[in-house]
């Protein structure tokens, strides 16, 4: 079967003026003396158009610490790639924001903590919450594609009807309503974060009435947590299927958390060829079709929908991960995660622990 890559996720760098209790990016972050060059960027967005990569999502960390953001949104633009910039707001301005359109900037993904801001700036680690406000009203007055994305958890779920009110008066077209998903910093801190049975239920309610309500004026997405779903989740629609990742050394991986894996080595774009690190490289072949899949994957009529669920999460869970995703409830493993939701619904409850940035 030949998989054709659809989106190239580009984390420019791990720095970050924020430091997010629920961060996704690995507890081993890159230095900015790491990171590639400008020049690497170019190449590297050019091949991904050749290949026929038609979305460009630059991300970090914050892409606003790269100083020359604008010059790799002038590549992505060179490329013919549609170009997502996902950021804090923390480092935006109006002329950078004009700046960056004028390159060719495509859309703008702007996160929120929480719509209260003292929670939103402890959830963050820093004051940010007032300067995303203007940041909003800064992106609505432009002629630029914007989504909201409102990341939300036990700490804040009981204001998503709040949430919800804001993104409709704030001009987006679009609003990602994202539970947190367990890795890296989420991960430490999953105790802290995930949600009871009954605020993901309510949520469900809440999102399914706004949607109702809102139809052909916000567009609503709705990420539920793992470890509620009856099946997992299509991760990436399959490992190495339609998407790839390059973290801010160069390293070209299927997914932003497949490094915690044992035992696979991801090659980097400075050494070798998109194409080849695509097609032929053994980190991309090694989940990519049905051949690895243990049962009760292997015999599921689900296997060509879910792909046996998230490898980096079975791996977390269990240890190994060739395993069934454990968020599955026919998985083998699934106790793991019946036993982790038996301690969230008892009341446990943990303290934060803060994303460290690196140098």
Known sequence: MTYEPKALIAEVTHRCPLHCVYCSNPLEMQRRSEELSTGDWVSI????????VVQLHLTGGEPLARTDIVDLVKAGRSARLYINL???GVGLDGPKLDALIQAGLD?????????????ANEFAGARSHALKLRMAAMIRERRVGFTLNMVVHRSNLDRLEDMIAFAEQSGAQRVEIAHVQYYGWALKNRDALLPTRAQVDKSIEIVEAARERLKGRLRIDFVLPDYYAKYPKPCMNGWGHQLMLID??????????????PGLEFSSAREHPLRWIWEESPAFQRFRDESWMPEPCRSCDRRTRDFGGCRCQAFLLTGDASATDPVCTLAPSHGIVENILAQVNGGAHKEWVYRVDPI
């Open 45 to 52: 967005f050019q091949q991904a158009g050749e290949m026929g």
């Open 248 to 261: 801010p050394n160069g390293r070209v991986l299927p997914c932003h958390a497949a490094g915690v894996i």
């Open 107 to 119: 859309h703008v993904q702007l996160s929120f903590q929480d719509i209260q801001e003292g929670p």
């Open 86 to 88: 996902i950021t804090s």
